[in-house]
């Protein structure tokens, strides 16, 4: 089971936190360098007994987008 919390900022920046049952947690960071294009950092912090004989893990990620997002369709509701 994962749990995760995500924050973005004027959809340029965002921050993020994951806590999974497998006593592990991760730190992340995104930044949008173009319209279709995000690069992404993770580190993951292990929780159990091995970290003690192994080390936490750095990751790096570039997303690309292949569609653009759509604003949600806006319906207007007739008032009786």
């Known amino acids: 089971l994962d749990i995760n ?4 900022y004027n959809n340029l920046v965002s921050l993020g936190l994951s806590y ?4 592990m947690m991760v730190a992340m960071v ?4 173009t319209k279709h294009f995000k690069l992404c950092y993770a580190y993951d912090i292990d929780m159990t007994p091995l970290k003690n004989v ?8 570039l997303i690309f987008h292949l569609f653009q ?3 949600p369709v806006k319906i207007d ?3 009786f």
Do not use: G
């Not at 919390?5 to 973005?8: E, I, K, L, P």
């Not at 192994?54 to 990620?61: K, Q």
């Open 5 to 8: 919390v995500q924050a973005t």
């Open 69 to 71: 997002e759509k604003a």
């Open 54 to 61: 192994s080390s936490n893990s750095h990751e790096i990620m």
């Open 30 to 33: 995104n930044f949008r360098i």
């Open 77 to 79: 509701a007739p008032r």
């Open 20 to 23: 999974r049952t497998a006593k």
